[in-house]
T-cell receptor, first 116, second 114 residues
Framework: DARVTQTPRHKVTEMGQEVTMRCQPI?????VFWYRQTMMQGLELLAY????????DSGMPKDRFSAEMPDATLATLKIQPSEPRDSAVYFC??????????????FGPGTRLTVL | GENVEQHPSTLSVQEGDSAVIKCTYS??????FPWYKQELGKGPQLIID?????GEKKDQRIAVTLNKTAKHFSLHITETQPEDSAVYFC?????????????FGTGTRLTVIP
C-alpha cells in the first residue's frame, strides 16, 4: 500500500532554532506539494515541485522558509529561524501529473510543529 | 485566482441520516473537484472526486454532484455512521495550466451522533 511518509511526526523547538521536515513521496509520483494547516488559515499551499524542480513557492515566506528536493525520493522543508507563528501542521502531498491521475494528490500524515 | 467557499463549517447529524456539504468555486475554468476526509491527527485522504465532464458520481454511501453553470458542487453522505465523523474539505483545480495545484475550501466538521 503506497503512501506518503513524513518525518518527524511531532517537533517541539524553541524560537530561533532551525527546523527541517522531510517527506518521502509515493514512488513514481512526479509532483510534490507542501501545505501548512492552522485553525485560522486552514490549508495553505506553501510550495510545489514537478520532477524535482520548484514550480511555485509564492505561498512561502522567503526570508525564513526554503524547500528543496535533493532527489526523487526526498523533499525537505526548512525553517530558519523558526518563530512561534510557524506553529502548525505541515503536510506533504504527492501526485502523478500526466496520466489519468492528473491533479489527484495523496497526503502524508503531517508534521506537527510547535515553536515555543 | 480560484476561490472556493464551503458550507456549513460544522454539521451534526443523527446516525443513519444523510449529510450534505456544499462548495462553490469562482473560476469557470476549474474542471477537477476532489473531496478529502481528515480524521483527527491524520492527513487529508481523498474519498471521491469528479471531473467537469460528468454531473454526478457515486461510490457506495457517498456521492458528489456538480453544477457547472452555477459553479457549485456538493458531497452527499447517506446512512451516516459514527466513523464518518471527520473534517471534510472540498477543492477545485484547473487542468492544463501547468499548475495542477488544488484550491481548498475551509472545511466542514461533521459529527455523527450515535
Amino acid at each position: 500500500d503506497a503512501r506518503v511518509t513524513q518525518t518527524p511526526r511531532h517537533k517541539v523547538t524553541e524560537m530561533g532554532q532551525e527546523v527541517t521536515m522531510r517527506c518521502q513521496p509515493i514512488l513514481g509520483h512526479n509532483t510534490v506539494f507542501w501545505y501548512r494547516q492552522t485553525m485560522m488559515q486552514g490549508l495553505e499551499l506553501l510550495a510545489y515541485f514537478r520532477n524535482r524542480a520548484p514550480l511555485d513557492d509564492s505561498g512561502m515566506p522567503k526570508d525564513r522558509f526554503s524547500a528543496e528536493m535533493p532527489d526523487a525520493t526526498l523533499a525537505t522543508l526548512k525553517i530558519q529561524p523558526s518563530e512561534p507563528r510557524d506553529s502548525a501542521v505541515y503536510f506533504c502531498a504527492s501526485g502523478l501529473v500526466g496520466t489519468s491521475l492528473l491533479d489527484t494528490q495523496y497526503f502524508g500524515p503531517g508534521t506537527r510543529l510547535t515553536v515555543l | 485566482g480560484e476561490n472556493v467557499e464551503q458550507h456549513p463549517s460544522t454539521l451534526s447529524v443523527q446516525e443513519g441520516d444523510s449529510a450534505v456539504i456544499k462548495c462553490t468555486y469562482s473560476d469557470s475554468a476549474s474542471n477537477y473537484f476532489p473531496w478529502y476526509k481528515q480524521e483527527l491527527g491524520k492527513g487529508p485522504q481523498l474519498i471521491i472526486d469528479i471531473r467537469s465532464n460528468v454531473g454526478e458520481k457515486k461510490d457506495q454511501r457517498i456521492a458528489v454532484t456538480l453544477n457547472k453553470t452555477a459553479k457549485h458542487f456538493s458531497l452527499h453522505i447517506t446512512e451516516t455512521q459514527p466513523e464518518d465523523s471527520a473534517v471534510y474539505f472540498c477543492a477545485a483545480s484547473i487542468r492544463g495550466r501547468g499548475a495542477n495545484n488544488l484550491f481548498f475550501g475551509t472545511g466542514t466538521r461533521l459529527t455523527v451522533i450515535p
